[in-house]
């Protein structure tokens, strides 16, 4: 038993206990309300209001400074970052748009947005380019594409501002694509024929070019004869691969 | 409903008015009470008692729940009431002499009251505080701390940074004369 506990036992006085208890004190009501009101006053000052009028205006200076310092550096990396890190996400979901805007087949206007506009851009700067070029390669891969009825799973366009015309070429298309393009004060309709996912630029180079489509009036002679020879089906897609070369030409042959 | 002082003033810290509406009507009879009896007027009990509370409000947030709460409390009024007393140029509690050698009442005996004498004094409005007045501060001090703060003797030392022994003579000199004051009295 410790000290403290024997001299509390030992300092009972029920008596003095009872005249205290007893004592007729009584608090002026006055008095509890403004007690109260003052500890609700209290709450609704800020918290820190107390702290900060000792210590203002240096403290806030400083604390305003160690934040700009310690925060800027961070800000000034952040949009490197993010750019880097959204490079692949930007390349996948722009090749998702594509694709969708691909396989559907629509229609797209140089006012539908900038990105887009950007990557059209870069088609119709090709298109003018490289376009005997492109049509060869179109051309070449219907021929494969009949045979070796390649996949087009494999298609993925880039709208990234990296995205390099020879990029272009290297990401085909699968599906027939309707470009209008405005390109200064020329109006275009492309109808680009499914180019070919897989090393199309290889095969045009080794296959050879039928000698009609040098000029447009053999090509089109070619696809009356074709026409003429019941092959409907193969004249047609002559007459689109003619269209992507001469799309402003107004002769529209006869199929029956 | 929190039902720990303690936790209750570090709810109110953390703008629970509630927890201060409780500890007020628990703890206002008795520091009232301390505050009557410790000081010259009631005048000056009611600004004492409300500055206070006034400080305790302001330490809500500083305040730690590392002693206890009433032990804390009384500990704020202590020290309201001998600024009061430096501010009116007496001596305060903390700077009397040994009030066991200046006592003239030795502590000879430590009989409770009778029935009777009871009876009779807590008829007698006012009594008590006339007896506590003829007490040295100190001795006064410690029977106001362990009757109505509830306080024990260890926390009574702590709280007047004196030791255990000296608070024991103190209790042990102001029991036995109060007791023998109200015999008068009654």
């Given at each position: 038993m410790n000290s403290t506990d024997?001299?509390?036992?030992s300092f009972k006085a029920p008596d003095l206990d009872t005249l205290f208890s007893d004592q007729k004190i009584s608090i002026p009501d006055a008095l509890d309300k403004d007690i109260l009101s003052l500890s609700k006053q209290a709450l609704e000052e800020p918290s820190h209001k107390g702290f900060w009028p000792n210590h203002s205006p240096w403290m806030a200076t400083a604390a305003v400074v160690m934040?700009?310092?310690?925060?800027?550096?961070?800000?000034?990396?952040?949009?490197?970052?993010?750019?880097?890190?959204?490079?692949?996400?930007?390349?996948?979901?722009?090749?998702?748009?594509?694709?969708?805007?691909?396989?559907s087949g629509s229609n797209i206007g140089l006012n539908e947005g900038p990105t887009v506009k950007k990557a059209i851009q870069g088609n119709t700067v090709i298109e003018e380019s490289v376009h005997p070029k492109l049509i060869q390669q179109s051309a070449t891969v219907k021929q494969v594409e009949d045979t070796a009825k390649i996949s087009s799973d494999s298609l993925s366009f880039s709208e990234s501002e990296h995205l390099s015309a020879d990029r272009v070429?290297?990401?085909?298309?699968?599906?027939?694509?309707?470009?209008?393009?405005?390109?200064?004060?020329?109006?275009?309709?492309?109808?680009?024929?499914?180019?070919?996912?897989?090393?199309?630029?290889?095969?045009?180079?080794?296959?050879?070019?039928?000698?009609?489509?040098?000029?447009?009036?053999?090509?089109?002679?070619?696809?009356?004869?074709?026409?003429?020879?019941?092959?409907?089906?193969?004249?047609?897609?002559e007459y689109n691969l003619f269209l992507l070369a001469y799309p402003d030409h107004e002769h529209t042959p006869q199929f029956p | 409903?929190?039902?720990?002082?303690?936790?209750?003033?570090?709810?109110?810290?953390?703008?629970?008015?509630?927890?201060?509406?409780?500890?007020?009507?628990?703890?206002?009879?008795?520091?009232?009470?301390?505050?009557?009896?410790?000081?010259?007027?009631?005048?000056?009990?009611?600004?004492?008692?409300?500055?206070?509370?006034?400080?305790?409000?302001?330490?809500?947030?500083?305040?730690k729940n590392d002693?206890?709460?009433?032990?804390?409390?009384?500990?704020?009024?202590?020290?309201?009431?001998?600024?009061?007393?430096?501010?009116?140029?007496?001596?305060?509690?903390?700077?009397?002499?040994?009030?066991?050698?200046?006592?003239?009442v030795a502590p000879l005996k430590s009989t409770s009251l009778s029935p009777e004498q009871m009876a009779v004094l807590q008829q007698r409005e006012g009594v008590l505080y006339d007896a506590l007045q003829q007490l040295p501060e100190a001795q006064r001090e410690a029977i106001l701390l362990r009757h109505i703060a509830g306080l024990n003797i260890a926390e009574i030392a702590e709280l007047l940074d004196t030791g255990l022994e000296t608070?024991?003579?103190?209790?042990?000199?102001?029991?036995?004369?109060?007791?023998?004051?109200?015999?008068e009295m009654s």
């Open positions: 024997t001299s509390d036992k934040l700009a310092v310690l925060i800027t550096p961070l800000l000034l990396r952040a949009p490197e970052n993010q750019l880097e890190s959204n490079v692949p996400d930007t390349q996948s979901s722009a090749s998702a748009q594509k694709r969708s805007v691909f396989e070429e290297n990401y085909p298309a699968s599906d027939t694509i309707d470009i209008a393009a405005d390109s200064g004060d020329i109006n275009t309709e492309i109808s680009v024929k499914a180019i070919a996912p897989a090393k199309p630029k290889m095969l045009s180079d080794s296959l050879p070019q039928p000698a009609y489509r040098s000029s447009a009036e053999q090509w089109l002679s070619e696809i009356k004869t074709l026409v003429q020879a019941d092959k409907i089906q193969v004249a047609k897609d | 409903m929190l039902s720990d002082d303690g936790q209750l003033m570090l709810a109110y810290g953390q703008g629970d008015a509630a927890a201060f509406e409780q500890l007020y009507t628990r703890y206002k009879q008795p520091l009232y009470q301390f505050m009557i009896n410790s000081c010259d007027g009631e005048a000056t009990a009611k600004e004492l008692f409300q500055e206070v509370w006034v400080r305790v409000i302001k330490s809500r947030v500083s305040f002693s206890p709460f009433n032990a804390w409390l009384f500990r704020i009024a202590r020290n309201i009431v001998i600024d009061n007393y430096r501010s009116k140029g007496r001596r305060p509690v903390t700077e009397s002499i040994d009030d066991t050698e200046s006592s003239n608070i024991k003579s103190r209790l042990r000199y102001a029991t036995s004369k109060l007791r023998l004051l109200l015999e």
